[in-house]
């Protein structure tokens, strides 16, 4: 069972060996995959071209092009519901605040400087280990409160080289 949180509606969602159902009614409904991330979905008859822009499974929110009109939906699966009927749902998600150096190395490049904004996933610094150039990306959006190593400097493992 899932729940569908959209702007205006909620919409519980099953599915099972005899179909899905919507809010206690089964619903006919086909897909087929028309693209990388585009889908052809007939529900009741009704035909919709459906397009997924992004998924984020740690807040379980996804977002969605159905029609050519943008769709934003929180997902939650039974143990969500359960947690959150218990009271002890997550309340917010924890955010790291600082980059540790994953293996000991040498700082090839920092890209960001203190005060920057960063999104997750942009790359923040490189680190040189064992011959192999990495790239250290940010595991979530934030500003930059403390650059704490520079180009050349070597590395331990679990450094800390950024803190938010």
């Known amino acids: 069972m899932y729940e569908v949180k959209l702007k205006n509606e909620v919409l519980q969602v099953e599915k099972n060996k005899d179909g899905v159902k919507v809010n206690g009614q089964y619903v006919l409904m086909d897909n087929v ?10 529900i009741d008859n009704t035909s919709m071209t459906l397009e ?6 740690l807040s379980r929110m996804i977002s969605l092009i159905v029609n050519g009109k943008a769709v934003d939906a929180q997902v939650s699966n039974e143990q969500d519901l359960l947690l959150e009927k218990l009271g002890i749902a997550q309340t917010k998600v924890h955010l790291a605040s600082e980059i540790k150096a994953p293996m000991p190395g040498l700082i090839l490049d920092v890209l960001v400087n203190e005060g920057d904004t960063i999104q997750k996933g942009d790359v923040l610094l490189v680190l040189e280990a064992m011959k192999m150039e990495n790239s250290i990306k940010a595991s979530s959006a934030g500003v930059v409160k403390t650059v704490l190593v520079e180009i050349g400097q070597s590395v331990e493992k679990n450094q800390v080289m950024i803190q938010f």
């Open 52 to 57: 997924l822009v992004s998924w984020d499974p």
């Open 33 to 42: 995959k028309s693209g990388h991330k585009t889908f052809h979905v007939l």
